[in-house]
């Protein structure tokens, strides 16, 4: 807190803004608009300035809005009209409002010059006992009457500071208060027998701002208040979240109970992370409504990712690794007994009511792999899962029995696979990636046609850039045999195959151009491989 000083009270001629302040019955302040605590000062501009082209007219009081009763003073005002601060006074019975006092047409000193200075009076008027100034920035000034009862019943910090000063009429001085209308507002609360229904319509950062400046007089009953109020009201945006949070834990490492406001974002409660994400997974996974389950994964998948960013979800991920391919795995016994099902010799002869439900469940649990696969590739942690689809012969050979229409969503994994490993979001093993060319590139292709004209998210593109890039990543017999076997699939079917003609340019230079091993050799081999095929 700024330094206390302890001085006499002394008249002087200061100059006095005068600020609209209404005061309740109970005496209580209500806190000035913030116009007049601006750290900049600005050049006045009363109300009732007359024109220059016409006489100065005659003052007179409104009588529709309350207005502010303030004392006659006892000497004779300057030509400047400056009056004594101590002279200011404002009553409790009828709240009032100042009307701007127009100065006589004199010279006057720059604004910045001059000391800004506000003088309030709580409780009833000419009762007070002790003065509290407030030095703000630049030079501003609040001189605040108040009761020393009042201060000492509600203040740590004020009973303190008058225990240890003599008898008579004490003024505390306190400099270089970094928010002076709070520090007001804060002695204000002193005197309001109601402080939650004064802080109702508060904002949360002004009531923080108040928490912080309770804190510092040690004003429980306002510390007490102020929790009740965060606790209660929402707190919206992180950024407030975060300063509430910060606010309240600055609190409780002083021994503050604030237990009621931690619980919004913490629990006592100790569940195991994996049940919850697995239980979150399970219920995303088994909706059958398409718009809640496709904006839902979106949610999921974005909050995950944020998860994974974090420095402290190190320890936490390889749990929650082994609950996406549990999901995982039970997606793909779901979609080969569906597979096996749609397979029928009598499955197409079935009406289409019969056959709906089947083939709408196949596109489900293909979705539901896309996702997962999704997730883990943001985790790094999809290796096993090009594993375990590259080893899902069975379904590779049930996939020609199916009508195409049923069956192309389990070739967007694929391709989403090849998409991965191109671009180094999944590094499987040698083995790995030749098993998963061998069993699912075959069905890809015989999917191509479908999928660059019904599925709206398929970018051929891509697509072709990742299955040339992960070919290109085996030995160069593999790559060899992979691509001649393309090569005639390409030239029987042109556009409903994938174009691989760099991944097949890159193979030829490795292989003719530049290569490594001796090259008659190696062009032997080619040309009886061309002939055989």
Request: glycine share 6%.
């Amino acid at each position: 807190m700024a330094e206390i000083r302890v001085t006499k009270v002394e008249q002087s001629q200061t100059k006095i803004r005068n600020v609209p302040i209404a005061v309740t019955p109970e005496g209580f302040w209500c806190c000035p608009s913030p116009v007049v605590f601006q750290k900049t000062p600005k050049a006045p501009n009363p109300l009732n300035k007359p024109k220059s082209s016409s006489p100065p007219p005659k003052t007179t009081v409104q009588k529709k809005h309350p207005t502010m009763t303030e004392k006659k003073p006892t000497t004779t005002q300057t030509r400047s009209g400056v009056v004594s601060d101590d002279q200011q006074t404002f009553g409790s019975e009828n709240p009032a409002t100042a009307a701007p006092v127009a100065p006589e047409r004199t010279p006057r000193p720059k604004i910045e010059n001059v000391p800004r200075k506000v003088a309030i009076e709580f409780g009833e008027p000419g009762t007070s006992d002790m003065k509290v100034i407030l030095l703000g920035k630049q030079g501003f000034c609040v001189k605040l009457s108040v009761h020393r009862k009042v201060l000492v019943e509600n203040s740590r910090f004020f009973a303190d500071k008058l225990s240890e000063q003599e008898s008579g009429l004490p003024c505390l001085e306190i400099d270089d208060c970094e928010d002076v209308e709070i520090y007001v507002e804060t002695v204000g609360l002193m005197y309001c027998k109601e402080m939650k229904q004064r802080l109702i319509k508060q904002s949360v950062s002004r009531v923080l701002r108040i928490l912080k400046v309770a804190e510092l007089f040690g004003f429980n009953s306002c510390i007490q208040t102020c929790l009740e109020y965060l606790e209660a009201v929402p707190w919206v945006g992180e950024e407030e979240e975060e300063k509430v949070v910060s606010s309240v834990l600055r609190l409780q490492g002083e021994g503050i109970g604030v237990t009621p406001v931690l619980k919004r974002v913490s629990s006592d409660v100790s569940n195991s992370p994996r049940d919850t994400i697995s239980h979150i997974m399970e219920l995303v996974l088994k909706s059958n409504e398409e718009r809640g389950r496709r904006e839902m994964k979106s949610v999921v998948l974005k909050l995950l990712r944020e998860k994974n960013s974090l420095p402290s979800n190190a320890g936490s991920a390889d749990v929650c690794n082994e609950t996406i391919y549990t999901s995982c795995r039970s997606c793909l016994n779901s979609l080969l007994s569906l597979f096996k099902q749609a397979a029928e010799p009598d499955f197409n002869d079935k009406p289409g009511d019969s056959k709906e439900p089947a083939v709408k469940q196949i596109a489900i649990e293909a979705d539901n792999l896309s996702w997962l696969l999704e997730i883990l590739i943001d985790r790094q942690a999809a290796d096993e899962f090009a594993l375990m689809w590259a080893s899902q012969q069975e379904l590779a050979t049930l996939h020609p029995k199916l009508s195409i229409v049923s069956r192309y969503h389990v070739s967007c994994i694929t391709a989403r696979l090849f998409v991965g490993i191109g671009k180094g979001e999944l590094l499987p093993v040698k083995d790995t990636r030749h098993l998963l060319l061998q069993t699912w590139l075959h069905p890809l292709i015989n999917d191509y046609s479908w999928l660059q004209h019904g599925c709206r998210s398929f970018d051929r593109k891509v697509v072709e850039e990742g299955i040339g890039r992960t070919i290109l990543t085996l030995p160069l017999e593999d790559q060899q045999s992979i691509l001649l076997a393309w090569l005639g699939n390409f030239l029987k079917a042109g556009d409903n195959c994938p174009n691989l003609q760099r991944a097949f340019e890159v193979w030829w230079r490795r292989t003719f151009i530049r290569p490594y091993v001796d090259g008659q050799e190696l062009s032997s081999t080619v040309c009886g491989e061309l002939s055989s095929t």
